[in-house]
C-alpha cells in the first residue's frame, strides 16, 4: 500500500509549464532519471504544446551527458569528450551544459601525457584490405590506440584483438597477427602490426585441383 501510495506521490503532474519547470529544476539538482520521465511525461501529456520541443531537447541532452559520464567510467575518454562537446553545443542553455564543462576538464587532466606519446601505427601484409578501412572498423569498436595520444601497452593488446577480428571477418581467419613497437624518439613509440600466414591458412587458400 505504500509503494502504491509512493508511485502515486513521485507521478508528475500539472500543465506543461509546470512539468516544464520541474524538469529543469530536476536536472539542476542532478535528478537525471526523475527529469527524465517528467520531460517524457510532458511529451505523452502535451504532445503539441510548444515546449514539448524544449522537452524532447532536454531529454536528447540528459542521454549524451549520461553517455559521457558512462564512457568516461570505463575509460573512453574520446568519444565521452565528443558526447559532452555535442551536448554544449547543440544544448548551451541546458543546465548539464554547465556540468558537461568540469567533466570534459577532468578528462583533459586524466589525458595528460605523463610517458611517451604514440607516434604512428602502420599495417602490414593485411593483403586487399584498405588500411582506410581497418583504422574505420577499428574507431567503430573504439580501440583507444591513437596517434598523439599517450602510449599505453595495453591499448597495443585491443588494437590486435582488433585486428584479428576485422581480418576474420574478411575471410583471413587463419592468419596471426603479431605488433612490434619501438622507439622513434626520447618520447614516442611506432606500432607495426604484421600479418604471418600460418599453414592452416595456406591449406585454406591452396586451390584446389580437380584431381584431389
Known amino acids: ?27 539542476t539538482e542532478g535528478k537525471l532519471a526523475d527529469a527524465r520521465a517528467t520531460f517524457q511525461n510532458l511529451l505523452d501529456l502535451y504532445p503539441h504544446d510548444p515546449l514539448a520541443l524544449s522537452a524532447k531537447g532536454a531529454i536528447d541532452a540528459t542521454l549524451l551527458y549520461e553517455e559521457g559520464q558512462a564512457r568516461a ?13 555535442t551536448l554544449i553545443a547543440v544544448y548551451p542553455e541546458s543546465p548539464l551544459a554547465a556540468r558537461a564543462r568540469p567533466a570534459m576538464e577532468a578528462i583533459a587532466g586524466k589525458e595528460k601525457v605523463t610517458g611517451p606519446v604514440l607516434r604512428s601505427v602502420e599495417f602490414r601484409d593485411v593483403a ?3 588500411v582506410d578501412e581497418i583504422r574505420a572498423q577499428m574507431d567503430e569498436r573504439e580501440v583507444r590506440l ?5 602510449f599505453h601497452a595495453k591499448d ?8 584479428t577480428e576485422i581480418l576474420a571477418e574478411k575471410g583471413m581467419a587463419h592468419v596471426k597477427v603479431e605488433a612490434h613497437t619501438h622507439t622513434v624518439s626520447p618520447h614516442a613509440v611506432a606500432v607495426v602490426f604484421t600479418v604471418e600466414k600460418t599453414h592452416a591458412w595456406l591449406r585454406r587458400s591452396k586451390p584446389v585441383s580437380a584431381t584431389d
Not at 508511485?7 to 500543465?15: D, I, L, R
Not at 509549464?17 to 536536472?27: A, F, H, I, S, V
Open 1 to 27: 500500500m505504500m509503494a502504491l501510495a509512493t508511485m502515486y506521490a513521485a507521478a508528475p503532474a500539472g500543465s506543461a509549464g509546470e512539468l516544464y519547470d520541474m524538469g529543469t529544476r530536476q536536472l
Open 73 to 85: 567510467k570505463s575509460g573512453k575518454y574520446q568519444t565521452a569528450s565528443v558526447a559532452f562537446e
Open 128 to 130: 586487399a584490405i584498405p
Open 146 to 150: 591513437s596517434v598523439g595520444q599517450a
Open 156 to 163: 597495443v593488446k585491443q588494437a590486435k584483438a582488433a585486428l
